[in-house]
């Protein structure tokens, strides 16, 4: 460690030594990151190296504000740096607590021929990772002031592999820099540059203006930030532009530099704020049961819902579309219910059996009938949560309502999950916990197109990057579902691949998109599902490989759950139980795929067994061709037999 910070130094020192005045040296708390925001001859720039290794060199850095370009002709001063070291807990969180552990530095770029036009850039360096965004005091601002674009242009020090986000279709990649170009692809993105580096871009606090969306068009091995900004008149900040490093895949996924970033908590008394697994009615109607009963919109089936979920440690029931009438039909009144559904009844019904009620609103019923109208109705029935759909505007327009939204609900004690996007997670479910989670990705059995194992792989180490995805697993009836009224195309997998994706997969409500009676089929594989909680503890990538596989451990109290995927080929993974609690004995009950299981031929097929182990115990498992694998550890430390 000693030589790493002596070799990053003097690789700096190295820099300034040539280079002008104004030129800083930026620094993780640990010292194996280091920035240096260069002034050489008044052109704006920076340089990253990590763990003494030049990761992006000399880079553009900078805005066009009113037609003038604050890369070339400024000054760098003003600067300052403070120390910033905090523990917090979270609510909805990957982790119970979160370390936010950094140095910030603050630099004042202005133009040399006329300082009345200047900004402030905040950076601040974390151990894995650093950000920046642009600070426009009162004084910079003046009448209005308009970012033209960001001139930014991040050259990396060689080419890479990179991934990311791609809407309701399978992840982006992956794709060599060097021999395609695209000019707009949607963060998060990950890049490899080898085989311990591995970088994600990405934005915190997203909360003004839209999102950017990254350029890959030029031809050197290089980034640059599409954005779209709206005039200003008083002061303001930019989003962070976010970047976290790793020396594995999983590392990304399990920083918490985007929570860090954002805000603390401004929800008083975050007390009824509660994660929780939910039943969804959505998928289930026209589901028959063999004593000849159709699911459908109805109130009698979901107080059939309600008794399975409170039979069943299940905490949430989530009523989608239709339920007040047709869902895209501006005359659908969301303060009342349609015709064969007393919602006052279901209400009534599921807090005697202390199961809680999640409603489904779109864009069209909140504008027609006021957002806060409705959302009031909503709390007053009782509903403990809103599930929010296909908000309309401008990206911009869909930043600023999605944190109304967000902000009317914690006003009414609700909860909310976005549909679709409408905009990626951002770390702001640190400010408002109560944004539990977003669609933001290929749901499964969404989108009218087939969900393939390779997808549920990438998402964990893609868009989980960004914050907790709704991806509705945990299907049992693999091999009829697609015959329902909304499930569209057959679904690829494995059974014990779904139970699997309810842990590798991170999210505030864990949708459960199937019939009781299709769980009660599979009662012991259900109780996997049953003992999970209602929020695990902890979130730890043990092993993964992008396109390939990931391993996944959450704790619960004392005991773990493990979840395991892979795509379309088969394989064996042995674990180091490492993880689990020293001194401690554990009952494995491991849950996988047959011999014979295969995504598409024989999806349904599992074998259950149990083993004894501690945290030196090693277990292999087997997971089928696009299939999975779960494992509850169970603390049996002071069981006598």
Not at 167 to 186: C, D, F, W, Y
Not at 365 to 392: C, H, N, P
Request: net charge negative; proline share 4%; hydrophobic share 35%.
């Amino acid at each position: 460690m000693t030589f790493k910070i002596y070799a990053l130094t003097f690789l700096l020192l190295s820099v300034m030594s040539c280079s002008n005045k104004d030129n800083f040296q930026l620094f993780s708390p640990d010292k194996t990151l280091g920035i240096y925001v260069s002034n050489q001859n008044t052109s704006c720039s920076f340089l990253v190296i990590h763990k003494g290794d030049t990761l992006i060199k000399p880079s553009a850095l900078g805005l066009e504000v009113k037609d003038t370009d604050f890369t070339e002709n400024v000054s760098l001063s003003g600067f300052s740096e403070k120390g910033f070291d905090e523990t917090w807990t979270t609510i909805n969180g990957k982790q119970l607590t979160v370390r936010n552990y950094y140095n910030e530095y603050n630099i004042k770029v202005e133009q040399l021929h006329d300082p009345q036009q200047f900004y402030n850039i905040i950076f601040r360096v974390y151990n894995d990772g650093f950000a920046y965004r642009y600070n426009f005091p009162i004084e910079a601002v003046r009448d209005s002031l308009l970012i033209s674009k960001e001139v930014t242009d991040i050259r990396f020090n060689s080419d890479f592999t990179y991934w990311a986000t791609n809407g309701e279709h399978h992840n982006l990649g992956p794709v060599v820099r060097s021999e395609q170009k695209m000019e707009a692809i949607t963060p998060p993105v990950v890049m490899q540059f080898g085989p311990k580096r591995f970088m994600a871009i990405h934005e915190a606090e997203i909360v003004e203006f839209a999102p950017f969306t990254v350029n890959a068009s030029s031809d050197h091995h290089s980034f640059s930030f599409n954005t779209s900004y709206s005039k200003r008149n008083i002061a303001f900040k930019t989003s962070w532009r976010t970047f976290m490093l790793g020396d594995h895949a999983g590392d990304l996924v399990e920083s918490d530099l985007l929570v860090n970033l954002n805000e603390p908590c401004k929800i008083d008394d975050p007390s009824w704020i509660k994660p929780g697994k939910s039943l969804w009615d959505w998928r289930v109607w026209g589901y028959k049961t063999q004593d000849s009963y159709e699911y459908g919109l109805n109130t009698e089936s979901h107080k059939r819902l309600i008794d399975f979920a409170a039979e069943n440690s299940i905490q949430y029931l989530l009523i989608d579309a239709d339920w007040y009438g047709e869902e895209f039909n501006e005359n659908s009144d969301p303060t009342s219910a349609r015709e064969g559904i007393n919602i006052e009844e279901c209400m009534e019904y599921a807090s005697a059996k202390h199961v809680g009620i999640i409603l489904y609103l779109n864009d069209v019923g909140a504008k027609r009938f006021g957002l806060e109208r409705v959302l009031k109705q909503f709390s007053d029935w009782g509903a403990i949560g809103v599930k929010y759909g296909f908000m309309t505007g401008s990206p911009e327009d869909k930043v600023k309502q999605t944190r109304r939204v967000v902000e009317l609900c914690a006003k009414h004690k609700l909860m909310v999950n976005f549909h679709d996007y409408p905009i990626p997670p951002s770390g702001d479910r640190r400010t408002y916990p109560n944004l539990v989670t977003k669609e933001f990705c290929h749901a499964q059995a969404d989108g009218m197109r087939s969900y393939f194992p390779e997808t549920a792989v990438n998402q964990v180490l893609i868009n989980m990057i960004a914050g907790p995805i709704d991806a509705t697993n945990g299907w049992f009836d693999l091999n009829h579902a697609h015959s329902r009224v909304r499930v569209f195309h057959e679904i690829p997998g494995t059974v014990v691949a779904e139970v699997a994706k309810l842990i590798t997969n991170y999210s505030g409500w864990m949708v459960l998109p199937d019939s009781p009676e299709e769980y009660t089929k599979k009662e012991d594989l259900f109780e996997c599902v049953r003992s999970m909680p209602a929020q695990f503890d902890s979130f730890q990538v043990l092993d993964a490989k992008l396109d390939e596989f990931v391993c996944v451990a959450r704790k619960s109290g004392e005991d773990w759950f493990v979840g395991s995927l892979t795509n379309r080929d088969s394989r064996s993974l042995t674990m180091d139980l490492s993880f689990l609690s020293n001194g401690k004995r554990y009952e494995a009950t491991i849950y996988e795929d047959a011999q014979e299981s295969h995504f598409m031929n024989n999806k349904e097929a599992y074998n259950i067994r149990k083993e004894r182990v501690n945290s030196e115990s090693e277990l292999t498992v087997h997971l089928a061709s696009g299939g999975g694998n779960a494992i509850y550890f169970k603390d049996i430390t002071n069981v006598t037999k």
